[in-house]
């Protein structure tokens, strides 16, 4: 028996178009991966808007797309776009699929991976914007065996996502870690969609097929945890030895031992075999000793002030040296207005903006540079008032100022929150964890 | 020995988690691999990055994908929703090492495979 998942999702924003094809290609399982660590924070800012928020907000468009699979029975649709308020979440699939004149779909919600009303037993400051920890596959597994057709989470791990339906279809057992870990790389090389099928990738980029229509990946995975990689027929990108391995690295840190909910992994025990007609076989996983741990990792965040930033273009002749002292008009200006400005950032693009001091632009003087004053203050009132004086520097600043185009860039303050990892203990968390089935 | 950037060597890929910034070099035979394996170091890193990472270094090995890992701490100013760089996530920061120059053997600056660019559309 050979499982078919699909990457349908790497990020809340990702492409929808990717998505059709995987089920077009015929997936048992598509997944949809929505939250990274900068989109616990963007959903919190939702949330404080409106309770009713707090989840990716374009979860109906996805349950629009895989509707008609699921009726079909060929597809199960799994995606951790719950966010931080997966009932909401939960309730507005019910929504969608019952203005879609759905009926007889059994849909599941976990929730319980929200710590934040017992911030004071676990050590978390109480006044918290959010505090969640990475539940691993084990409720959606549960929600799958209950015959879960639509599975909605809260912060599920990653590959998590994509080990659950292993793990119910095989009947892996929670101690036969090689298997797991062979999930989670799976899993893994799949959470990023494009990323593994020729997106971001350092090599010769410019050679991807088609690359308006990058594919999302498929993994064809066996029994024992082996895989083939692979994408829909007709789309762009590629899968080769290369874009996997860089995918397999991906954010993992120490390679020997990824730390998931499920298990901790061994990624230098993969065998990647590329076998041609983007198809890369990955094999021989197994788990690091020891295979597991007695904590969840968990993501608490704090307001952390404000920030406002201008960017100012200027044209050669010598136009880092205007740039520059156009963000020190700007420094000097917030100083004797008594601003309280807290951090100062300042960055040149065209000069140095990502490499810093590793940048070396030789004798060649940049015909352009745009110059990014970013700062941080406590208030949302103080960091407006920075931007008050830009308008000064249009003529009254050093020569050849243009703007860098419409929108952005205006100085509107934004929020800045402060996201840190803590770790719970796992049984605290699981007394918490419930998965709620209903039908539509 | 020849004197070679890493761009020429070997491809990267970065990522954050928090404010650690996590990237990846991958050799594309042995012998490149040997030569990243002794000439780009942790310390070495850490030096290229200057006031771009504040924290320590690490690298890791991952020679089944002839690839080195290097985990880079306090490098993305508080992490991606505090941070006031442009980029917040270190997606650069491959691309930033791969300024670095090193010191390989000829046969393995000769086989550099990552020479060509790509056309100007």
């Given at each position: 028996m050979t499982v078919r998942l699909g990457g349908?999702?790497?990020?809340?924003?990702?492409?929808?178009?990717p998505v059709d094809d995987l089920l077009a290609a015929g997936v048992d399982y598509l997944v949809c991966e929505a939250l990274a660590e900068l989109t616990l924070a963007i959903l919190q800012k939702d949330r404080q808007r409106d309770e009713s928020l707090g989840y990716a907000r374009d979860l109906p468009l996805y349950l629009q797309q895989v509707m008609p699979y699921v009726l079909d029975g060929r597809t199960r649709f799994i995606t951790n776009a719950g966010g931080i308020n997966p009932v909401a979440a939960g309730r507005a699939v019910v929504g969608a699929a019952r203005s879609l004149g759905v009926s007889g779909v059994r849909v599941a919600t976990v929730v319980g991976d929200d710590v934040r009303s017992r911030a004071l037993e676990l050590g978390?400051?109480?006044?918290?914007l959010f505090a969640s920890a990475y539940l691993g596959a084990r409720p959606i597994v549960e929600a799958l065996d209950a015959g879960a057709q639509v599975v909605i989470t809260g912060r599920v791990a990653d590959a998590s996502l994509f080990l659950a339906p292993l793990v119910h279809e095989f009947g892996w057992a929670w101690d036969d870690f090689d298997s797991l870990a062979a999930g989670v790389v799976v899993g893994h090389l799949l959470e990023c969609s494009g990323q593994v099928t020729?997106?971001?990738?350092?090599?010769?980029?410019?050679?991807?097929?088609?690359p308006t229509r990058i594919a999302f990946p498929i993994a064809s995975v066996e029994p024992d945890g082996s895989a083939v990689i692979s994408k829909p027929p007709g789309t762009g990108g590629m899968v080769t030895f290369d874009t996997v391995r860089e995918q397999l690295l991906y954010e993992v840190h120490d390679p020997a031992h990824y730390f998931s909910p499920d298990v901790v992994a061994d990624f230098t025990s993969v065998t990647l075999d590329d076998?041609?007609?983007?198809r890369v076989r990955v094999s021989g996983t197994r788990a690091a000793t020891p295979p597991s741990t007695d904590t969840y990792k968990g993501l608490v965040c704090m307001p952390a002030g404000y920030a406002g930033e201008a960017r100012l273009a200027y044209s050669w002749p010598d136009a880092e040296a205007k740039a520059r002292a156009a963000l020190a008009f700007l420094r000097k200006r917030a100083e004797e207005n008594g601003v309280p400005v807290e951090e100062w950032r300042e960055e040149y693009f065209g000069v140095s903006a990502f490499g810093g001091s590793t940048a070396d632009n030789g004798d060649c003087e940049p015909p352009e540079v745009i110059g990014r004053l970013a700062w941080r203050t406590a208030d949302r009132e103080s960091a407006g008032r920075v931007v008050g004086e830009v308008g000064v520097l249009g003529l009254s600043g050093p020569p050849t100022i243009s703007s860098t185009g419409r929108g952005r860039g205006d100085g509107r303050p934004s929020q800045l929150l402060a996201v840190d990892p803590f770790y719970v203990d796992k049984k605290l968390v699981d007394d918490q964890v419930r998965v709620e089935v209903e039908e539509v | 020995m020849a004197r070679i950037q890493l761009r020429d060597l070997c491809g990267a890929r970065s990522g954050d988690k928090g404010d650690i910034s996590d990237l990846s070099l991958f050799a594309d035979d042995e012998a490149a691999y040997e030569a990243l394996l002794s000439e780009v170091t942790a310390d070495k890193v850490k030096a290229h990055f200057g006031e771009l990472v504040d924290g320590d270094v690490e690298r890791y090995e991952a020679?089944?994908?002839l690839a080195l890992k290097f985990v880079m701490h306090g490098a993305l100013g508080g992490g991606a929703p505090r941070s006031l760089r442009s980029d917040n996530l270190g997606k650069t920061h491959g691309a930033t090492l791969l300024r670095m120059w090193v010191d390989v053997p000829d046969d393995v600056a000769a086989n550099a495979k990552r020479r060509e660019r790509p056309p100007l559309p």
């Open positions: 349908g999702q790497g990020f809340y924003g990702d492409g929808h178009r978390l400051p109480e006044d918290a020729g997106g971001n990738y350092s090599g010769r980029w410019w050679e991807n097929p088609d076998l041609g007609d983007d | 020679r089944n994908v």
